[in-house]
């Protein structure tokens, strides 16, 4: 998955809804974007489904609908089992998920706030509100990649 199968790949499309802690008005979200941004070297634009219109989102269609299939009557009783249940997912149509857990400690009470300002998005002419792209800060990225072809 990613840089492994793409490893040419310059750029990043994120189709996102308006809700919860991706939402287009949240700070940290911003911020954790142009981080992966940075660290990736990659141009990142997401386009936001305006609020109410996540059911267009084919990919929420596509698999959530699998997944609940898939752990249907399954007793839920750890992380481990769910991420398990999700990464087994497969359709007669050859769709794939490739699922992990992740176990790195999220600080609560992160503040965003003084950290907002070293975002630099580029808002796009259609609705900027809803959609933008990353504009890179980092540049040295042969020191991220140094392996990379």
Request: net charge positive.
């Amino acid at each position: 998955m990613g840089r492994p199968v793409y490893p040419q790949a310059n750029r990043l499309l994120i189709t996102a809804d308006a809700g919860g802690s991706n939402g287009p008005r949240l700070r940290l979200w911003k911020v954790e974007l142009q981080k992966l941004a940075d660290q990736t070297g990659l141009r990142i634009a997401v386009c936001h489904f305006p609020p109410g219109t996540s059911k267009w989102n084919k990919i929420e269609h596509r698999l959530f609908s699998f997944i609940s299939q898939n752990w249907r009557g399954k007793p839920l009783i750890s992380f481990e089992v769910i991420v398990n249940l999700i990464a087994a997912t497969t359709t007669a149509r050859g769709l794939k998920v490739h699922a992990e857990l992740n176990d790195q400690p999220y600080p609560a009470g992160t503040q965003s706030r003084q950290r907002i300002a070293e975002v630099r998005l580029k808002r796009d002419k259609f609705h900027g509100e809803w959609n933008y792209e990353s504009i890179l800060v980092y540049r040295n990225l042969d020191s991220l990649f140094p392996n990379a072809p």
